[in-house]
């Protein structure tokens, strides 16, 4: 019988720990994204769905650099090595890039460490890749925590990224108010950022945008439409 119920409870447990895994980089990606806004996204009842959706992007993006590595045979070159090295020289590059861009040196200091060690040893025709995940079953547990913890930061980089993107963008919503519009609101051109416990959340937009972006909570039973339309 135990032999039986192994067989059912190796596969769930993979599918648990894949799904939770996305969950968490999804929850990285909506953690930056709102705080980019100083929106506590905690205070917001996501669904496990929502969580999910977000994954996508960040898992596409760095999946795609990662079978760059995976793809082809190492070979003894310093290119290849290179080449098996890029996921981690990336990341290093975009922790250099996130921690200037918010004066973070812990960032700036990892991401300088984690660049040159891997672009030192492809110099010396060394694969981080191959020299942990094809040794052990306990260093390839390791090398798949590795993964995980990259797509975390560079979920949560990319979810800052696109938030500032929203700011700086060329998207705008209009109101047509049942009274009279907010004195505050006038003049501005206005970027939506959520539809949320009956309000609309729009930002100023702003280019360059502002680190410090005022956000303002529209509740919908003052407006009697709204339009999105492009500045272009």
Same mark, same amino acid.
């Given at each position: %019988?135990?032999?039986?119920?192994?067989?059912?409870?190796?596969?769930?447990?993979?599918?648990?720990?894949?799904?939770?895994? &996305?969950?968490?980089?999804?929850?990285?990606?909506?953690?930056?994204?709102?705080?980019?806004? @100083?929106?506590?996204? #905690?205070?917001?009842?996501?669904? *496990?769905?929502?969580?999910?959706?977000?994954?996508?992007? *960040?898992?596409?993006?760095? =999946?795609?650099?990662?079978?760059?590595?995976?793809?082809?045979? !190492? @070979?003894?070159?310093?290119?290849?090595?290179?080449r098996r090295n890029l996921i981690f020289f990336?990341?290093?590059?975009?922790?250099?890039? !996130?921690? %200037?861009?918010?004066?973070?040196?812990?960032?700036?200091?990892?991401?300088?460490?984690?660049?040159?060690?891997? !672009?030192?040893?492809?110099?010396?025709?060394?694969?981080? !890749?191959?020299?942990?995940?094809?040794?052990?079953?306990?260093? $390839?547990i390791l090398f798949l925590i590795v993964i995980? #913890?990259?797509?975390?930061?560079?979920? =949560?980089?990319? =979810?800052?990224?696109?938030?500032?993107?929203?700011?700086?963008?060329?998207?705008?919503?209009?109101?047509?108010? $049942? =009274?009279?519009?907010?004195?505050?609101?006038?003049?501005?051109?206005?970027?939506l950022i959520d539809i949320r416990e009956g309000?609309?959340?729009?930002?100023?937009?702003?280019? *360059?945008?502002?680190?410090?972006?005022?956000?303002?909570? #529209? *509740?919908?039973?003052?407006?009697?439409?709204?339009?999105?339309?492009? &500045?272009?």
């Open positions: %019988m135990f032999s039986e119920r192994s067989k059912y409870i190796e596969p769930a447990t993979i599918v648990t720990l894949i799904i939770g895994a &996305l969950y968490l980089i999804g929850w990285s990606f909506s953690l930056f994204y709102y705080k980019r806004f @100083n929106i506590q996204s #905690i205070f917001f009842e996501f669904t *496990p769905l929502f969580y999910l959706k977000l994954a996508f992007l *960040p898992i596409y993006i760095s =999946g795609f650099i990662l079978a760059i590595s995976l793809l082809g045979k !190492f @070979n003894n070159t310093k290119l290849s090595a290179f990336l990341v290093g590059i975009l922790m250099i890039f !996130f921690g %200037m861009k918010k004066d973070l040196s812990f960032y700036i200091i990892f991401g300088f460490l984690m660049s040159s060690l891997t !672009f030192f040893l492809s110099m010396r025709n060394y694969s981080m !890749f191959d020299g942990i995940y094809k040794k052990n079953f306990s260093n $390839k995980f #913890i990259i797509n975390i930061i560079f979920s =949560g980089v990319l =979810g800052d990224l696109i938030a500032q993107n929203h700011i700086e963008s060329n998207n705008i919503i209009t109101f047509d108010w $049942k =009274g009279d519009s907010p004195k505050e609101l006038e003049g501005k051109d206005l970027v309000n609309y959340f729009v930002v100023e937009r702003q280019k *360059p945008a502002n680190e410090q972006p005022e956000v303002y909570l #529209i *509740p919908k039973d003052q407006i009697e439409f709204a339009i999105l339309k492009n &500045l272009k």
